[in-house]
């Protein structure tokens, strides 16, 4: 029986901005900022680690007036915004040792990249990336990632402005919910761990779990059934980077779907827009919104495949999970020989103008999912007219 009309239990899960990876995402997507600030045409591939007192920057950086830039102190800054201010955590903006390993990108990889005629970019690497829309909430992202991002959203909120002076920057929420026929029907459990100062069980649970029923509450899927699992070790105090070792990339599903759909197993954050790797995906995404939004279907999946080096895709995939009122084939044959999106590298970063951002920064996708933010190019809805005409 498919998933869509099975009765069955998803799950996803967020993490917050403070989580170690998380942490070195930030400082990852703060570094290729600066870097886009100075040369629109900066190759950056910035990988974080980051531990007890540690962060390290390595990877590959080709930037006009790039020896201008202070990486720890851009490190620090993110590190800053994020919370973590108290030496005595073991992880503190103002004191941590710093490795910088930074240098100039492989010219086997740049030959590939940049050519004489900029429309003949080609990808910055081999492989497959997904985009994926649902009608199931505003944001046209599965109920589950989107409960799981307020959650935490919420909670951090009420942290930077004191209302809950105890919580600490680390966090992680999960949410499961029954679907019937496709269709989201409750809540069955919410799991948030969080970190904290020393205060007893009882008061973070208190008022924990009131957060989420607040912030949960206009889903309409809460019932008396939902269960609220809340900081289950009993202790969470030791966080961050210095509970736990962090890696750039290594939240690829909290970065997209919540694990609905597929995904190509690239990373985001840290590269700049020649990486297919983040910049075809946010178009995939693009995309597939435009799809559900023009009512060609309820579910949309779209698949783009590169090689490295070529500008024109390999193959384009839709799937719409049975949801289609449009043959999948004829939807993914437009995509590819309609003209109305163009899947090339240059063109897809020209289109969504992923070089100069305005009104946005790389910064700010890198937390509580790169989707579902109204602010950001690959979210608006400004081909809906153009699909239905040529395709209803």
């Not at 800053?80 to 941590?96: L, S, V």
């Not at 779990?209 to 030791?238: C, M, Q, S, Y």
Request: aromatic letters at 8%.
């Amino acid at each position: 029986m498919s998933k869509l009309t099975a009765r069955h239990v998803y799950t996803s899960e967020s993490v917050s901005e403070g989580h170690p990876d998380k942490v070195a995402d930030a400082i990852s997507d703060a570094i290729l900022d600066a870097c886009l600030a100075l040369d629109d045409r900066a190759r950056v591939a910035c990988e974080t680690a980051c531990g007890t007192n540690l962060v390290v920057n390595l990877g590959e950086i080709t930037c006009k007036g790039f020896e201008s830039l202070n990486t720890k102190a851009i490190a620090q800054e993110a590190i800053r915004r994020i919370g973590y201010d108290d030496h005595a955590e073991g992880f503190c903006w103002q004191d941590f040792a710093y490795v910088n390993n930074l240098h100039a990108q492989s010219p086997d990889i740049n030959q590939g990249v940049d050519r004489d005629d900029p429309e003949a970019q080609g990808a910055g690497d081999q492989g497959m990336m997904f985009g994926y829309a649902t009608d199931e909430t505003p944001e046209f992202l599965p109920v589950t990632a989107v409960a799981s991002h307020h959650i935490l959203m919420k909670l951090s909120e009420l942290r930077r402005d004191g209302t809950i002076p105890y919580l600490r920057p680390d966090a992680k929420a999960q949410v499961s919910v029954l679907y019937d026929g496709g269709v989201p029907r409750e809540i069955t459990t919410v799991v948030c761990s969080h970190q904290t100062r020393e205060v007893p069980e009882e008061r973070i649970h208190r008022d924990i779990e009131a957060v989420i029923r607040e912030t949960l509450a206009p889903t309409g899927l809460l019932t008396d059934r939902t269960a609220f699992h809340i900081n289950p070790t009993g202790r969470f105090v030791i966080g961050g980077p210095a509970g736990d070792s962090g890696l750039t990339g290594r939240k690829i599903i909290v970065d997209t779907y919540g694990g609905v759909g597929s995904h190509g197993g690239g990373a985001f954050s840290g590269k700049d827009p020649s990486k297919v790797d983040r910049s075809a995906a946010y178009y995939a995404r693009y995309v597939a919104k435009n799809i559900v939004a023009a009512g060609l279907a309820s579910k949309c999946e779209v698949q783009v495949a590169y090689a490295i080096g070529l500008a024109q895709p390999m193959s384009i995939n839709v799937s719409t999970y049975g949801t289609g009122k449009v043959a999948e084939e004829k939807i993914a044959d437009f995509l590819m020989h309609g003209g109305l999106f163009d899947f090339r590298p240059a063109a897809l970063i020209r289109d969504l103008d992923l070089t100069h951002p305005k009104g946005w920064s790389y910064s700010d996708t890198c937390t509580y999912g790169h989707f579902g933010k109204a602010n950001t190019p690959w979210e608006r809805l400004n081909r809906t007219d153009a699909l239905r005409a040529a395709l209803l």
